[in-house]
């Protein structure tokens, strides 16, 4: 069973940045594609951003593109989202997700998910 525990999130005021990471234990190998997910109060989780495991193909949201940037450190199995330019549409609980395929994780069935980290954004 893979486990994904994320970290960094936090209160922030808009404008500023926060970098969220993601890091995974367990058979890895089984789910080399990752990304991230949100969800606000009141509204369904949605895609946010992945990358195939050698990290040369990514995809973002368009609400996020240009703001937000997603890397990875295969060496450290970690996943890092880097958001920039935050504003209050950006509060939201922030998943960490990972499959074998990056088009299942993208269609929003990963088999796996982390537990959340909390992205608050104050005007």
């Known amino acids: 069973q893979v486990q994904l525990v994320e970290s960094g999130g936090g209160l922030v005021q808009a404008g500023g940045s926060l970098r969220l990471s993601c890091a995974a234990s367990g058979p890895t190998f089984s789910a080399n594609a990752r990304g991230w997910f949100r969800q606000a109060p009141g509204k369904e989780r949605e895609f946010v951003a992945a990358l195939t495991w050698s990290g040369d193909v990514t995809y973002y949201a368009d609400s996020v593109k240009g703001r937000f940037t997603i890397s990875r450190d295969n060496a450290k199995n970690t996943v890092d989202l880097q958001m920039n330019s935050l504003n209050s549409e950006d509060t939201a609980t922030y998943y960490c997700?990972?499959?074998?395929?990056?088009?299942?994780?993208?269609?929003?069935?990963?088999?796996?998910w982390g537990q959340g980290t909390q992205v608050t954004v104050s005007s």
């Open positions: 997700a990972a499959d074998r395929w990056l088009t299942t994780l993208r269609s929003g069935v990963p088999d796996y």
